[in-house]
């Protein structure tokens, strides 16, 4: 994941990862699997103590996608140690020409997504989505979206 620098024998990882609600929904269910490699990667990220990133629209997403008192404490409690990424008027601005280009190009982009890639491309951030769209969003555009290792045969 990313580009890696050797100290003392420890990698540490030089990128930093936004994770998207499709991968947080996956990994805080009771039933959370490995099987998902995004969500085995978040895993390794947090046991590793990678930096990662959230936004106030991806906690929103969450609290509105799970229902209960327990449910909302739980993320909340969790999301309370991530640094939220804040949106600014010209991550909006970018974000609208982004999708505008997209849709140009025949892919359709919702506009939460498109935010969400903007804030990837600005601060050079990866992206963890199990979301389909930001891969043909990647194509169109700097974002960087993490992808599995390739098996070496």
């Known amino acids: 994941m990313g580009s890696l620098i050797r100290l003392q024998g420890r990698a540490f990882s030089l990128v930093t990862l936004l994770v998207d609600t499709s991968v947080w929904s996956l990994a805080l269910r009771r039933d959370a699997s490995r099987d998902v490699a995004q969500v085995a990667a978040l895993i390794r990220a ?3 103590g990678d930096p990662l990133l959230t936004t106030g629209l991806i906690l929103q997403e969450l609290l509105q996608g799970f229902s209960g008192p327990k449910a909302r404490e739980l993320i909340l409690e969790h999301f309370a140690a991530l640094p939220l990424l804040v949106p600014d008027r010209n991550d909006h601005v970018a ?4 999708r505008n280009a997209c849709r140009r190009s025949g892919v359709q982009v919702g506009t939460i997504d498109a935010l969400l890639a903007q804030l990837c491309i600005r601060h050079q951030l990866m992206l963890l989505s199990t979301d389909r769209d930001f891969a043909a969003l990647a194509t169109l555009s700097p974002l960087k979206l993490w992808q599995p290792p390739t098996p070496v045969p």
């Open 46 to 48: 947090i046991e590793r």
């Open 95 to 98: 974000a609208a020409d982004l």
